[in-house]
């Protein structure tokens, strides 16, 4: 097992780490819309905390030599179902139309920060 910090996440003290390796897996920790390095939400609503809550999943990705084409499953938490399709909308860029991942999504009643909608994945490593 392998637990996963950047230098940025080591600096920020969170109680968690952003992703921990079993295996072929790497399991990353909830993502949220917050501006990289900082505990405070990008503005713009649903639309803007989603694109930068998948930009921050992707930069975890990244570093650890991995895209968005190796995730295969996510968990979306939402605090209000009813933009759903807001989500939606951005989430679906992330990813090729025949490459989705599982899914599984719930509505919440209250996020981390006062965020609207946060996602956890699991990529797969493999051979690389």
């Known amino acids: 097992m392998q637990f ?3 230098p940025a996440a080591k600096a920020a003290k969170m109680p968690f780490s952003q992703a921990v390796r079993v295996g072929d897996v790497l399991y990353l920790s909830g993502a949220l819309g917050n501006v ?5 939400l990008v503005p ?4 803007a ?3 930068q809550m998948m930009d921050n999943i992707g930069a975890v990705l990244k570093d650890n030599g991995l ?6 499953k996510c968990l979306v938490m939402m605090s209000d179902m009813s933009k759903w399709g807001d989500f ?7 990813f090729k139309p025949d490459r989705l991942p599982a899914r599984s999504a719930f509505g919440a009643n209250a996020l981390a920060l006062g ?3 946060e996602v956890e994945c699991m990529a797969y ?3 690389k």
């Open 4 to 6: 996963i910090n950047s």
């Open 36 to 40: 990289p390095g900082k505990m405070e």
């Open 44 to 47: 713009g609503g649903m639309e």
């Open 49 to 51: 905390e989603t694109r």
């Open 67 to 72: 895209t968005f084409d190796d995730v295969f």
């Open 88 to 94: 939606n909308k951005v989430y679906l860029t992330y």
């Open 115 to 117: 965020a609207q909608v």
């Open 125 to 127: 490593i493999g051979k």
